[in-house]
Structures are given as C-alpha cells and as structure tokens.
C-alpha cells in the first residue's frame, strides 16, 4: 500500500546514524585495532560511522570478491594482518578479526587461522567477532556477541577485589549518579571498559568481583 507521500523509486537509509553499531563498540577496547573481512557492500555501513566517529585510523578492510569466496579466504587473513601491521606506527595489543554474514555460510576455519596469528605474533590478542545481521533475532545477535569478544579479553586474576565491573551499557554512568556513592560505602570501585586508555589497565575489570549488566 502507497501513502502517495513519495515517488516510487529507489530509497537509501544513511549508513553513518551514529548509533552503536559493532565497529563502535568494538572500539571501546583500547589500543586495538580492526580488519573487516567481508564484500565491499558489508564494509560501507563500518566504514562510514568509523570516519564520522573519528576512529578510521583504527578499522582496515580485506575486501572479497567472487573467487576468493569460491576458492577459500582463510590465507588471505594472515597476509591481510601482516600488511596493517607494517603500515601501524604503532603495534596494537589487539585485533579483532570480524566476519559478516557469509562466513555464517562457508565456515572459515577461525581456529586454524588464529593459530596462525598468534604464532607470528604472541605479543597481540587476535578474536574472531562477527557482523551478520542474520542473526539480530537470535540470542548471540552481533550487539551480544562483540560484548562477548570484548570481555574475552580480560585474564583471570590472581584474587578478585571488591570492583563492581559495569558491563552492558556502552556509556559510563554519570559521575553525579548515587551509585558510585553507594558502592565507595561499600568499600568497592564501580569500573567501566571506557575509563581505560590502555590493554593493560582495562585487565583490572577481570578483578571485579561482580558485575552489574545494564541495558
């Protein structure tokens, strides 16, 4: 049914919104970097929001076409990551290696590919994320599943301290907010993945001895 409101031609809903979407919040992991690997039509959305939201310097794209999906991917990774990593100033301690929806559908080998990785280079943290709005339905939908690869990140502890971790909301609480007053009586510190700048810091979440999931 037409309202008659618009001409009957192609529509464009505009990529760059500046919501969270995963490359955003994927970036709240400090001193990491992203590869995208996907076709050229998954990458503009990402793209777009990283340039808009002053993170492009930190998002790279392995870009796929027909063969490389007919005849396999899985090498073309560790060339990828070798050639973001020569043009880096500096070394990140991280990477986050996403797939889109069509891995959902070949099944590259993740495992065999991040064996790879980390044997050239033991000193960065390399995860598999995922961009496949196939799933948004589902229980593990990409908003779920990049929280999960962030947090994945963190070491166990020695021992655990009285920290409260803030997991779920992509923004800290406010500082005038009644609950930091509430858990400093408690003697415990409220700890967001956004008070940290460095990878080494942000292992302090893993410390927390709860933590409270907001929404």
Not at 187 to 207: C, N, P, V, W
Request: proline share 4%.
């Amino acid at each position: 049914m037409s309202c008659g409101c618009f001409r009957d031609s192609l529509h464009y809903s505009s990529p760059s919104h500046g919501d969270w979407g995963v490359v955003r919040i994927g970036m709240l992991l400090p001193q990491s970097v992203q590869l995208f690997i996907c076709c050229s039509g998954c990458g503009r959305h990402g793209a777009l929001s990283a340039i808009h939201q002053g993170y492009k310097d930190r998002l790279f794209y392995l870009y796929l076409d027909q063969s490389d999906i007919v005849s396999g991917y899985d090498d073309l990774i560790p060339e990828a990551v070798e050639d973001i990593l020569s043009r880096l100033e500096k070394r990140p301690r991280a990477m986050l290696l996403f797939v889109s929806c069509l891995d959902d559908l070949i099944g590259t080998n993740h495992e065999a590919v991040l064996e790879e990785l980390c044997r050239r280079h033991p000193e960065i943290r390399f995860a598999f994320a995922h961009m496949n709005p196939i799933t948004l339905n589902e229980a593990l939908s990409p908003p779920v599943s990049i929280q999960k690869n962030l947090y994945a990140m963190l070491d166990a502890p020695k021992e655990k301290d009285g920290g409260i971790g803030c997991i779920g909301n992509l923004e800290r609480i406010s500082d005038c907010s009644e609950l930091y007053f509430l858990i400093r009586s408690t003697g415990g510190k409220l700890r967001h993945i956004s008070d940290y700048t460095s990878f080494d810091e942000f292992q302090e979440m893993a410390a927390c001895k709860k933590n409270l999931l907001l929404f």
